[in-house]
């Protein structure tokens, strides 16, 4: 189809340089951020919609792509596709895109905040100030040189990390069961000198510090349980930047409680919705009550799902779609 003929419809905010290289290509191009699941099929009833620009506000499964006959590509700008049916899509061979590549920096950087904020204690230590203590022994860090940090999942998300690891001398090891010569006996060097790929025996017996930056699906959903969290050798400091649903907070809870884990960085909670907008559920008294008990835990810092939300990534993500979709 030629670029003149495609009508794309945009169904969540994005920057504008995308909507604004797609047009400069001929593409006509429409505003559906107020458009719901309903609304969406009564549009493509009355016109074709061949193009769809989303984030995270729709989930467009098998029964709503049903009813866009003329769809030839979606494009989700961030990393995940997890709020579409991929395998409804393939069928139907509508192409698929995503920019990982346009805010994997930017949690790569978030993810290191985070973790030389709590080994240095820098929270804490600025909340004791302005409480007027001056603790000093209370606020006596850990330096990041002297650890192993384990990288579970090392795709964009995962590597960036890596990379932003090299100049404090520590340890590195990355598993990634799903990477060609990645598995439990490795037969590949990393791409980067620091980093050793390692399978997870290895991994569970010498990492202090584990960041989570795996996709969430029907694998890894609820993945850090009970039986997970203790299969570590050594209490370590848990970062999740990757999808909430990966982590079960009773779990985590419990192994902070117990020791198992030291410190918790979470940057993407179970209780986010689908939108990945709002928190959700907390009217359920179990997940109220678990979510205050993490508002309440001293060894826990949050985030508002931003790791990856900064203002170069805003209009780097929308380039990143820009260059797939008019390549394809």
Known sequence: M????????????????????????GMSC??????????????AAKTPIHGLVLRSRLSLDRELLDQL?????????????????????????????????????????????????TLHRLSSGDASVRARAWDREGHRGR?????TVGIIGYGHMGSAFAQRLAGFGCRVLAFDKYKEGWGEQPQVKAPLPHVVPVGSDVLAKEADVVSLHVPW???TKGMVNDDWLGSWDKPIVLLNTARGAIVQT??????????????????????????????EGLQDPVKK????????HPNVMMTPHVAGWTQESWSQLSEVLADKILAS
């Open 2 to 25: 030629k670029p003149e003929d495609t009508q794309v419809w945009f169904l969540d905010s994005v920057h504008a340089g995308l909507q604004v290289r797609l047009e400069a290509a």
């Open 30 to 43: 429409f505003d559906g951020t107020a458009l719901g699941r309903e609304a969406l099929k009564e549009q």
């Open 69 to 117: 006959p003329d769809l030839q590509w979606i494009a989700r700008s961030g990393s995940g596709l997890d709020n579409i049916d991929v395998e409804a899509a393939h069928q139907k061979g509508i192409a698929l895109h995503s920019s990982p590549e346009g805010n994997r920096d930017a949690v790569g950087e978030h993810t290191l905040g985070m973790l030389l904020n």
């Open 143 to 147: 330096e990041l040189k002297h650890l």
């Open 217 to 219: 699906t029907s694998e």
């Open 250 to 279: 009773e779990a985590l809870l419990r192994a902070l409680d117990d020791g198992r884990v030291t410190h918790a960085c979470l940057d993407v909670l179970e209780f986010e919705g689908r939108s990945l907008e709002t928190l």
């Open 289 to 296: 009550e678990a979510f205050e008990a993490l508002l309440k």
